[in-house]
């Protein structure tokens, strides 16, 4: 063989060998091995966006109050409280600041919607009957309430109704022990009743 086959030869051979490592073979890097995963560019840019220690989160259901399922959506959640009370709502509500003799005491400056008072005396002229409450809306006073005097009402009984007259129970057994169909003078009526 001559230098130039050999050479041509050794040449041909080379060529196969690359081949035949870039086909079977892969360099060797330390610290790294053969896996049976295809891990491709795509899957590290996305593992590249986990945080780390980030948790798998599925939210499969959440109801309120009412037990009715709401919808999940991209793992977002809209709970409809349109039908609670707001904190800032609550805040406005009667804050009692204590009791003045006549209407006309009232404050007029430094006042917030809900400030309630008492007043002690009537103002007819400005609709207070005496013990009313009054709550400034924020431009005025509004009255809430008074006292109702039911010094003349008495109070109402199962079985019993009013009536002209006072009629007792010896009143009454008298009435009842008059003989049925019997004619009854009007002096016996008096009597009964004590006229």
């Known amino acids: 063989m001559t230098k130039a086959q050999y050479l041509a030869a050794m040449a ?31 899957e590290q840019t996305k593992l590249s966006g986990v945080e780390t220690g980030a948790q798998v989160n599925v939210i499969e259901s959440i109801t309120v109050n009412n037990g009715q399922p709401l919808t999940v959506t991209s793992k977002g959640v809209n709970i409809d409280l349109s039908d609670y009370a707001k904190t800032s ?54 009255v809430l309430a008074g006292t109702v005097d039911l010094t003349g009402y008495v109070e109402k009984e199962n ?14 057994a008298k009435w009842d022990a008059a003989a049925d169909g019997e004619d009854v003078t009007q002096t016996e009526i008096n009597a009964l009743f004590g006229e």
Do not use: H, R
């Open 12 to 42: 041909k051979f080379k060529t196969k060998q690359d081949a035949f490592n870039a086909d079977t073979y892969v360099a060797k890097v330390a610290g790294k091995q053969l896996s049976t995963e295809d891990y491709t560019t795509a």
């Open 159 to 172: 079985g019993k109704g009013l009536s002209e007259i006072n009629v007792t129970a010896a009143d009454k």
């Open 89 to 142: 709502d609550i805040g406005s509500v009667y804050k009692y600041k204590g009791s003045v003799t006549t209407y006309a005491l009232l404050p007029s400056t430094d006042l917030t919607a809900g400030d309630t008072y008492n007043i002690e005396t009537a103002d007819p002229t400005n609709g207070i009957k005496a013990g009313d409450n009054v709550a400034w809306t924020g431009t005025a006073w509004d």
